[in-house]
T-cell receptor
Framework: DSGVTQTPKHLITATGQRVTLRCSPR?????VYWYQQSLDQGLQFLIQ???????AKGNILERFSAQQFPDLHSELNLSSLELGDSALYFC?????????????FGPGTRLTVT | QQPVQSPQAVILREGEDAVINCSSS?????VHWYRQKHGEAPVFLMI?????EQKGHDKISASFNEKKQQSSLYLTASQLSYSGTYFC????????????FGPGTRLSVLP
């Protein structure tokens, strides 16, 4: 158990809908990262937050947005969902946003868009 | 710039050794290694900083050649539990804003 929690575990929704994925980092960790992993694919970095502020942006679509709240939990919002958005979404946390750091991954949320 | 990993996949017998390589076209500040077992989240293995430092964790070790912008992960006397996909992640600076994972190397250890 990494100490990072993600809810929900599974999500099934229809195209065009909007969903919110939630992540609670390990106690004491200030940075949260979001990744997308499609079936048998690698980990695509989406976005990073550090202590409530956006720190780095990856290949995140404009339909997706995220935020980190004062209690350091983070939410990833996915809107106007398409079939291709079906994937496993991981959140990871680290103590800081600067090197050196190791990322602790949550169990993931599996999103299925039908 | 996503790093390149090789091989894409490898199949071993228990007790055999394996080497997984990670290379980049850009000068690297650090290389991170993670292992992901099927259906699970990635798990951190180790970080290597520029300077050619070699690290070890049980029978898994790694080296980082900053001049060649490449890192190698060594798995000796493979165990069944080593099966999974190994990802390297690279940074080109120490600001934590340019971290990117490689495509992964799938390792299968057979009895």
């Amino acid at each position: 158990d990494s100490g990072v929690t993600q809810t929900p575990k599974h999500l099934i929704t229809a195209t065009g809908q909007r969903v919110t994925l939630r992540c609670s980092p390990r106690s004491g960790d200030l940075s949260v990262y979001w990744y997308q992993q499609s079936l048998d694919q690698g980990l695509q970095f989406l976005i990073q937050y550090y202590n409530g502020e956006e720190r780095a942006k990856g290949n995140i679509l404009e339909r997706f947005s995220a935020q980190q709240f004062p209690d350091l939990h983070s939410e990833l919002n996915l809107s106007s969902l398409e079939l291709g958005d079906s994937a496993l979404y991981f959140c990871a946390s680290s103590l800081s946003g600067a090197h050196p750091y190791e990322q602790y991954f949550g169990p993931g949320t599996r999103l299925t868009v039908t | 710039q996503q790093p390149v990993q090789s091989p894409q996949a490898v199949i071993l017998r228990e007790g055999e050794d394996a080497v997984i390589n990670c290379s980049s076209s850009k000068a690297l500040y650090s290389v991170h290694w993670y292992r992901q077992k099927h259906g699970e989240a990635p798990v951190f293995l180790m970080i290597l900083l520029k300077g050619g430092e070699q690290k070890g964790h049980d029978k898994i070790s790694a080296s980082f050649n900053e001049k060649k912008q490449q890192s190698s992960l060594y798995l000796t006397a493979s165990q069944l539990s080593y099966s999974g996909t190994y990802f390297c992640g690279t940074e080109i600076d120490n600001y934590g804003q340019n971290f990117v994972f490689g495509p992964g190397t799938r390792l299968s250890v057979l009895p």
